[in-house]
């Protein structure tokens, strides 16, 4: 008899569902990066000749955290605060690889909605508007390089999102593809005059894609 209450016990805990109501919190962070090395080799048909050149790709560092709190069940809202590093290689010298670099810090609200597809399993598109700030350096040469302020915004939706309530206090969430529309202004120096530009992008991107672990309290 025990056995069997026992038994019982254990299935119960083990098919536990833990709902998304209101007045629930959570702390997460997200830390990603991307970078390599791409070499394209090319070669003449019916000859031996070939030549190989290898170079680096752009890379991207980016760490983030964030705070969220559901205001009815199933809908939340959340704040983070992430720092990006991003590296384009311009050209190539005699020593190495000229880059650009961007420095940028973002202060991102966003709201999502929890709908359940199984036990624990919810899927959770999110939109939200990300509001940065920050630096490019361009390199000019190995010693040598122009600072230059930066600001904009980004508006993006995640269409394919999904968190798995893993106990009642840690949940993992992960995020395929995302719909963008942003702008950025750029100040430079024009003949002695401070000039903006400012630069549009829509962008589409099956190709991002991100894990978070979401802490709730």
């Known amino acids: 008899m025990k056995k069997h209450l026992f038994l019982a016990a254990a299935m119960l805990i083990s098919l536990a569902t833990y709902a998304q109501s209101k007045g629930d919190r959570y702390v997460a962070w997200s830390l990603s990066a991307n970078g390599g090395t791409q070499k394209a080799t090319v070669s003449v048909k019916g000859t031996s ?14 760490v983030s955290g964030e705070f969220g709190i559901f205001v009815t069940d ?5 704040l983070s605060l992430g720092v990006g590093l991003n590296a384009s290689p311009t050209s190539e ?39 940065e700030r920050g630096s490019v350096r361009t390199q ?14 980004n508006a993006y939706v995640y269409p394919i999102a999904l968190e798995f309530r893993a106990t009642e206090r840690v949940a993992i969430g992960a995020i395929i593809g995302s719909l963008s529309y942003g ?4 100040e430079e120096e024009y003949y002695g005059s401070t000039i903006s530009l400012v630069a549009s992008q829509f962008k589409y991107n099956l190709n991002q894609s991100c894990i978070v672990v979401r802490l709730y309290y």
């Open 140 to 153: 000019t040469s190995m010693t040598k390089a122009e600072v230059t302020p930066i600001w904009g915004w």
């Open 49 to 62: 000749a070939s030549e190989s050149e290898a170079e680096p790709l752009d890379e991207a560092y980016l």
């Open 93 to 131: 010298e005699s020593w190495g690889w000229l880059k650009d670099r961007t420095l940028s810090f973002a202060l991102n609200p966003n709201v999502s909605y929890y709908k359940r597809l199984a036990d624990n399993l919810y899927y959770t598109p999110e939109i939200g508007v990300s509001l």
């Open 183 to 186: 702008k950025a202004t750029i």
């Open 74 to 78: 199933n809908f939340r809202a959340s």
